[in-house]
């Protein structure tokens, strides 16, 4: 299995709702990564895991809480969401973690498409 | 702060013909990737360039690396309408430390008949 993958593809959700994006990988890769990508703009890191545990958070609004399972699972639980949260929310993973190998190089899943009504 | 400019932003181009997508940083970096987003779609990952003078070809696409200019090129030989896509360089923070990708702003790439 060579992919990244996402569910669900696509998401309404209110503001009061909760909900949460699921990512999966079984390609053995010690690092996973959530991005959020607004229209025609370049994705955004929002959260890293390395072997698990969060290392990387770019100062997310605590509304988005990922959480990190085991090392093939990734969530990202929503709650209370802004209307301007709506965008693509991307997964990526990677074999090592950042700074543990030769290069970077990201795998991408199909992404979840979120509106906030 | 790490800046990556991708010029030009929007292409359009002819079947047949060639030309070349630039993507300049200001950091310190050698380890620069290639991915294509088709529209609606997640990011496909093209080329790792990981040295100064890194050459790779695949299909039409061959991707350079000058660390000395800080500068990468996607050239395309001879495009076909199946290129049409939005190109996205992206940029090690920190040399990969972090695992912060910086990507530039994307080139839409449209392959006209």
């Known amino acids: 299995d060579t992919e990244v993958t996402q569910t669900p593809k696509h998401l309404v959700m209110g503001m009061t709702n909760k909900k949460s994006l699921k990512c999966e990988q079984h390609m053995g890769h010690r690092a996973m990564y959530w991005y959020k990508q607004k229209a025609k703009k370049p994705p955004e890191l929002m959260f890293v895991?390395?072997?698990?545990?969060?290392?990387i958070n770019e100062s997310v609004p605590s509304r988005f809480s990922p959480e990190c399972p085991n090392s093939s699972l990734l969530n990202l639980h929503l709650h209370a969401l802004q209307p301007e949260d709506s965008a693509l929310y991307l997964c990526?993973?990677?074999?090592?973690?950042?700074?543990?190998?030769?290069?970077?190089?990201?795998?991408f899943g199909p992404g979840t498409r979120l509106t906030v009504l | 702060e790490l800046k990556v400019e991708q010029n030009p932003l929007f292409l359009s181009m002819q079947e047949g013909k060639n030309y070349t997508i630039y993507c300049n940083y200001s950091?310190?970096?050698?380890?620069l990737y290639w991915y294509r987003q088709d529209p609606g779609k997640s990011l496909e990952s093209l080329f790792v360039l990981l040295s100064n003078g890194a050459v790779k070809q695949e299909g039409r696409l061959m991707a350079s690396l000058d660390t000395k200019a800080r500068l990468s090129t996607l050239h395309i030989t001879a495009a076909v309408h199946d290129l049409s896509a939005t190109y996205f360089c992206a940029v090690d923070l920190y040399g990969g430390s972090q695992g912060n990708l910086i990507f530039g702003k994307g080139t839409k790439l449209s392959v006209k008949p």
């Open positions: 895991y390395s072997y698990e545990k969060l290392s």
């Open positions: 990526a993973s990677s074999q090592k973690p950042p700074g543990q190998g030769m290069y970077n190089e990201q795998f």
């Open positions: 950091t310190t970096s050698d380890r």
